[in-house]
């Protein structure tokens, strides 16, 4: 089992920066890979970074490389995503998830959320023009 609680959502104006932190408990191994989404209202959840729990890899959408970056404390107890630059379009409830026991050397070439097997109960992320 694994457990996930997200925080650091809120209201920012376009240009501004957030981050937003993800607490994980429960099965903490290395090659977990842990994910964010976002949903924004009438679309699809999309998947918008991911790395390893234990492992340098990263993925991250076209349309938030460059201006979000995910990263994993020392202890692996929280995932990050910082945010910066937001854009409108980038207004949507976040969710951390995780897909667990993966190969953590293996590239993350797509984020698929009927593969994850735990979420989050997410988080607001407003930007306003």
């Known amino acids: 089992q694994v457990q996930l609680v997200e925080s650091g959502g809120g209201s920012v104006q376009a240009g501004g920066s957030l981050r937003l932190a993800c607490s994980v408990s429960?099965?903490?191994?290395?090659?977990?890979?842990m994910a964010w989404f976002r949903q924004a209202p009438g679309k699809e959840r999309e998947g918008v970074a991911a790395?390893?729990?234990?492992?340098?890899?990263?993925y991250y959408a076209d349309s938030v490389k460059g201006r979000f970056t995910i990263s994993v404390d020392n202890a692996k107890t929280t995932v990050y995503l910082q945010m910066n630059n937001l854009k409108p379009e980038d207004t949507a409830m976040y969710y951390c998830?995780?897909?667990?026991?993966?190969?953590?050397?293996?590239?993350?070439?797509?984020?698929?959320?009927?593969?994850?097997?735990?979420w989050g109960q997410g988080t607001q992320v407003t930007v306003s023009s």
């Open positions: 790395t390893y729990l234990g492992g340098s890899n990263t």
């Open positions: 429960g099965y903490r191994y290395s090659g977990n890979m």
């Open positions: 998830a995780a897909e667990i026991n993966r190969d953590p050397t293996n590239a993350i070439r797509f984020l698929m959320p009927a593969s994850m097997n735990y």
